[in-house]
């Protein structure tokens, strides 16, 4: 198991993380979550041991591993742009960390250019081991990484936004394939994300992070159907936020009934296809704030100009501060 | 598409197709024939006409007369000490500079600007009095030498003197050459390393340096060019002796203060004939590296 206790770091006068608490078990799928500067990566850094927590602990099974160096901690890293060595092989570059072990520990040249095949083999790069990254894709030099990193037989995996560099339908196929490649090797994996989407896909726990704090943790569905804070609400998945009285009210795009009469009125702006629904862009008539709303392509198309009515089936009431708890019900 | 559209800019008939194609290759960086024309003609007027001309002036002298001048004991020993502390101070140089370039990318400290100024000082500075302050220094009687002299450790007249002079005024080269590679190789290669387990030693062996080693080399290179033809550093802190502290260029100022004009273009043009031939080396390394990394 995995604990962060109490983690607090600063940069400068520039407070990137500050008292962050977590329990990973072991073979979860975890994703930090959050927008850029939240301190999601220098929390996994930290984890890793590439960076240094100014207070707090990091325990691995119980152990306080904080004053372990990075290379100590046997823990396998896929950075953002990758990392490989430009001057090696494929295979040389998966081979790396066992090249690398001391004389007693490392095994014979056979079993290490044989371990490296079989990576190459269990990451689908079979017969490129002899290429250099630079005569590969950005998908398979993602894989070459990842295949490097599982070289150490590390039991804790951390990728710093894995699919960052990649174009969306490579991204979409590795995804799928790295989720069945960690429950297939019984890893521990923590990956990095500002994608919720991804996140959503892949993890069984999403840890929301903003401003170096932990907005929520729990299952995607959780985050998706019972935000804790209107920032999660908000970050995660798409939500219309309207402003009424003491807070403010969130419902999505989706959970929206179109009615003849009553509810709110909506002064269409601009109409397109999204998938099943037509998305609506529009305003309130009556406090002129902005709202998207799906409604069932199979009802005719909305016209700029049109007025339609709508009643949200499900949404949230968020108090303003000091305190920010769900409300979350009925309308 | 591209092909048939070169082809369709290309006069027909005029040039055979594969040169055409060659030559007139589409491209959107536009002026590939004007640079590339100028390129020559500035080359041509700037380095080859020059170097044309020293080999036209050799040529009028018989055969045997270049190898009695350009290949004599005297010549011989000059082009050894010339070549040889000119590759000593560029090893040297590599270590140095690599540590110098290393510092100055990876840590930030207060006065880095003014270190910075100071790695490219003996470009500017006359190497006369680059020459004549290390002649000061390590002389026998001088601030550094007075101290070397009782441990039998002579530098002024002698090769090592020379070394010294060349690693002056060869440091810049390794150091800006080396500096944009390693700010461009990246933290992040080096984490990698560290996770796998890599020690800091075994990081630089293994990462590092066969990364930033052909930038290492052009930094060599030139320092050692710019070594072998250096003249004016070396000679105050040299000696001069004939076959023995006496560099190749100096010689060559000898043959000409003698008015042995033709004796002077043959000992250049071996030098010259040499220098080209280990920059050519260098370049032919580097392009092999180049296309093993499938840049």
Known sequence: ?331 | MSNTLALAGAPPGVLPRTIARTWRKRSVMPGFGLTFGFTLAWLTLIVLIPLATIFLKAAGMGWHEFVAVGLSPRALAAYRLSFGTAAAAALVNAVFGLLVAWVLVRYSFPGKRVVSALVDLPFALPTAVAGIALTSLYAPNGWIGQFLEPMGIKVAFTSLGITIALVFIGLPFVVRSVEPVLADLGKDVEEAAATLGASRYQTFSRVILPAIGPALLTGFAMAFARGVGEYGSVIFISGNMPGKTEIAPLLIVTQLEQYAYAGATAIAVVMMLASFAVLLLINWIQAVNRRRMGA
């Open chain 1, 1 to 331: 198991m995995i604990s962060v206790r109490n983690i607090t770091k600063r940069f400068g006068s520039y407070a990137a993380l500050h008292g962050i608490d977590l329990d990973i078990e072991p073979g979860e799928f975890i994703a930090l979550l959050g927008p850029s500067g939240s301190g999601k990566t220098t929390l996994l850094r930290i984890i890793a041991g590439l960076e240094f927590q100014d207070s707090g602990q990091v325990l691995f099974d119980g152990d306080d591993v904080s004053s372990l160096k990075v290379a100590d901690r046997h823990v396998g890293f896929v950075f953002q742009q990758y990392a490989l060595f430009r001057h090696m092989t494929v295979a040389e570059n998966v081979a790396f960390g066992l090249q690398v072990k001391r004389r007693r520990d490392r095994p014979t040249r056979a079993a290490i250019r044989d371990r490296a095949e079989e990576l190459l083999r269990l990451v689908q790069l079979e017969g490129l081991g002899g290429r250099y990254p630079g005569q590969l894709s950005g998908g398979q030099r993602q894989r070459v990484a990842l295949a490097r990193a599982l070289a150490i037989e590390p039991q804790l995996l951390l990728l710093d936004e894995p699919f960052g560099a990649l174009d969306a339908k490579v991204r979409k196929d590795l995804r799928r394939w790295l989720r069945d490649l960690h429950k297939q090797m019984g890893l521990t994996s923590i990956f990095v994300t500002h994608d919720q989407e991804e996140a959503l896909e892949l993890a069984d726990r999403v840890v929301v992070m903003d401003h170096g704090k932990i907005e929520q943790v729990g299952t995607p569905e959780e985050i998706y159907m019972n935000p804790a804070t209107p920032f999660v609400s908000h970050f995660v998945g798409e939500t219309n936020r309207v402003t009424g009285g003491s807070g403010e009210i969130h419902f999505r795009p989706h959970d929206v009934d179109v009615v003849a009469e009553g509810g709110e009125a909506v002064l269409v702006d601009n109409v397109f296809r999204k998938g099943g629904c037509w998305r609506v862009e529009g305003a309130l008539v009556e406090t002129s704030m902005f709202v998207e709303i799906d409604v069932d392509a199979a009802l005719p198309q909305p016209r700029p100009g049109d007025t339609i009515r709508i009643v949200p089936r499900r949404s949230r009431q968020f108090h303003f501060e000091p305190t920010s708890n769900p409300e979350g019900g009925q309308a």
